[in-house]
């Protein structure tokens, strides 16, 4: 009864409408930039407090910061799954809320810890929300750049071998695989990387992090990690505290300079602290 109670809350949620016409891609290889931006999921508590930032285009800004500080928020209020309660956010000197929700969609390629896989094949996966025809050469090329062409070809169906409800039939590092392999065939220009090689053995992480590298090259990236170690070599590093932006860096910068990022890498990267 509470589920179907749950369903039917659902069921009477007004469908998301854009009317703006907008086109992304007359924007795109611009910067990211939050201006002012705060924002709460209800009047009780405020999640993310008058934040500015610079996201350079083309570049890797990763993110960290205790467990509730808002990371996955900013990347939803970035997918526009929320009303901004103040600021903007813009792309070069343009309102994000200005484009058309497919439009600005249609150019986030979003790869999270879980890797989301559903029942049917390898091949429905990889093309998973796709509106446009992709040749199978295509598909295979961005499996191979995801390094999972080298078990889907051992596979008994290869490309069109069935994966089981959620991907059950596959590891977590073949899951990570396939949807990276699905982020590359969508070509996207933002691409948010939520723990994507968290939960993985040491073999499997070292694939999906090549994987990783193939996606990111050339596009504006920006990375949830609580591994200081998968980040360390971003362009910039993005230290978020209780809902405030409060250092931002190179690796090297913020561990002269900020105390919670040099405690939090005393605690990770003894290796890096000497380097």
């Known amino acids: 009864m509470g589920a179907t109670d749950r369903i039917q809350q659902i069921l009477k949620i007004n469908c ?3 009317e703006k016409s907008n086109q992304v891609e007359n924007h ?3 910067s990211i930039i939050f201006q002012n931006v705060s924002f709460s999921y ?3 508590e405020q999640i993310l407090k008058d934040n500015n930032l610079h996201i350079p285009a083309g570049k890797t800004t990763a993110i960290v910061g205790p467990s509730g500080s808002g990371k996955t928020t900013l990347f939803s209020l970035l997918e526009q799954f929320y009303p901004i309660d103040k600021g903007d956010i ?4 343009q309102n994000i809320s200005d ?5 600005w969609r249609s150019n986030i390629g979003y790869v999270s810890q879980e890797s989301p896989i559903m029942s049917g094949t390898i091949l429905d996966n990889i093309t998973y929300g796709l509106n446009k025809d992709i040749s199978i050469q295509q598909i295979e090329k961005a499996a191979a750049q995801a390094n999972a062409m080298e078990f889907i070809t051992r596979l008994p169906n290869g490309i069109n071998t069935e994966v089981g409800e959620r991907g059950i039939m596959l590891s977590g590092g073949k899951r990570h695989r396939i949807a990276i392999a699905r982020a590359l065939i969508r070509n996207p220009q933002i691409l948010l990387l939520d723990e994507a090689t968290s939960n993985l ?3 499997s992480e070292r694939l999906v ?4 590298e193939h ?9 949830i990690a609580h591994r200081l170690s998968t980040v360390i070599n971003a362009d910039q590093i993005v230290v978020l505290e209780d809902g405030e932006i409060t250092g931002v860096g190179t690796h090297q910068e913020l561990l002269a300079e900020h105390v919670l990022y040099h405690k939090l890498a005393g605690q990770q990267l003894q290796n890096h602290l000497v380097s």
């Not at 484009?99 to 439009?103: D, E, M, P, T």
């Not at 996606?215 to 990375?223: C, N, W």
């Open 201 to 203: 053995d040491g073999g």
């Open 99 to 103: 484009f058309s929700l497919a439009s």
């Open 90 to 93: 813009l792309l070069g000197n």
């Open 215 to 223: 996606l990111m090259k050339g596009r504006t990236t920006l990375i």
């Open 28 to 30: 795109l290889y611009q």
């Open 209 to 212: 992090q090549e994987a990783l």
């Open 16 to 18: 998301e409408k854009s």
């Open 42 to 44: 209800s009047d009780e």
